[in-house]
């Protein structure tokens, strides 16, 4: 077997495993999402309040909360997930009326070539293995003078909790996100020389670092590349509690740090 074949194939492994995870996660998802809808709504903030007549994908659309704020703003939604799960509760959230569902890879979309006047995509793309292949596809897909609007998290996110694993084991517990710098380079090589960057840092409280691992699985975001998906023991979990207290504020909270790309693409 070829190591590019190797690769390919560890590929659509860990597309199905990051699959399977949100699928899990779908019918609870929106109990632990609250920082989610907080990037979704500054990066909805962005685009247009009048979508009528205008036909928006939904790129990573989850349950489905953003393509219902789409199709309020009277857009025609296109809700495309890698999750079927995720595609099912986005149905009975929206139902059939002016919005249609497809099970789709962002890194290859089975849709004509400027077929859409927007693109949403908020807190997908980081699952993609390399950044160029969606944001080639993104552009790919939209009109010409058309835009698109994603959201994604950079290098530094969750720091806090990466840091605490380390002082249990060298295994790898929390994903690694790409740079700021990686991301330039994803869109000069995906031709979307027309763009800007909003890079905020949102800082979300805990009571208990459980907590925050609560939120990541109950959002189908405990997926590591790489890892073993085995359980983690209680012990573990326990000394990954003591050592996160050193970075409780006075208030006996604990942070959860994150470092956030909103960008927004002009054709």
Same mark, same amino acid.
Request: glycine residues 6%; proline residues 2%.
């Given at each position: ?27 609870? +998802? ?19 309040? &009048?979508?009528?007549? *205008? ?5 990573? #659309?989850?349950?489905?909360?953003? =393509? ?7 857009? +025609? ?5 890698? =999750?079927?799960?995720m595609l099912v509760q986005a149905k009975i959230r929206c139902g059939d009326?002016?919005?249609? +569902? ?6 290859a979309l089975p849709f004509a070539s400027g077929s859409f006047d927007y ?8 699952? #993609?293995?390399?950044?160029? !292949? ?10 010409? @003078? ?15 909790? *990466? ?28 031709? #979307? ?5 909003? !890079? ?15 939120? !990541?699985?109950?959002?189908?975001? &405990? ?5 073993? @998906? ?13 050592? +996160?207290q050193a970075f409780q504020n006075h208030q006996g909270l604990l942070p959860?740090?994150?470092?956030? #790309? !909103? ?5």
């Amino acid at each position: 077997m070829s190591q590019t074949h190797a690769i390919e194939i560890n590929t659509l492994h860990d597309k199905a495993a990051i699959a399977h995870s949100f699928s899990r996660a779908a019918k609870h +998802y929106d109990v632990h999402a609250a920082f989610q809808r907080d990037v979704g709504h500054r990066l909805l903030d962005k685009m247009p309040r &009048n979508l009528v007549g *205008k036909r928006v994908l939904d790129l990573g #659309c989850g349950t489905g909360y953003f =393509s219902e704020q789409l199709r309020r703003r009277g857009a +025609y939604v296109v809700c495309a997930d890698l =999750s079927s799960e995720m595609l099912v509760q986005a149905k009975i959230r929206c139902g059939d009326v002016g919005i249609t +569902y497809y099970q789709a890879d962002a890194e290859a979309l089975p849709f004509a070539s400027g077929s859409f006047d927007y693109v949403f995509s908020s807190l997908a793309l980081q699952w #993609c293995d390399d950044l160029v !292949l969606p944001l080639r596809q993104t552009h790919r897909v939209l009109k010409p @003078q058309g835009m698109a609007y994603f959201a994604t998290l950079l290098d530094g996110s969750l720091f806090e909790l *990466k840091q605490a694993w380390t002082k249990i084991d060298t295994h790898q517990h929390v994903n690694d996100f790409i740079t700021l710098n990686q991301v330039k380079i994803a869109l000069a090589q995906s031709h #979307c020389c027309h763009h800007q960057l909003d !890079l905020p840092s949102i800082t979300v409280w805990y009571d208990k670092a459980l907590s925050l691992m609560r939120d !990541l699985k109950g959002i189908g975001a &405990n997926h590591v590349s790489g890892r073993s @998906q085995g359980l983690t023991s209680r012990k573990a979990l326990l000394q990954v509690e003591q050592a +996160y207290q050193a970075f409780q504020n006075h208030q006996g909270l604990l942070p959860a740090t994150y470092q956030v #790309c !909103l960008g927004v693409i002009h054709r």
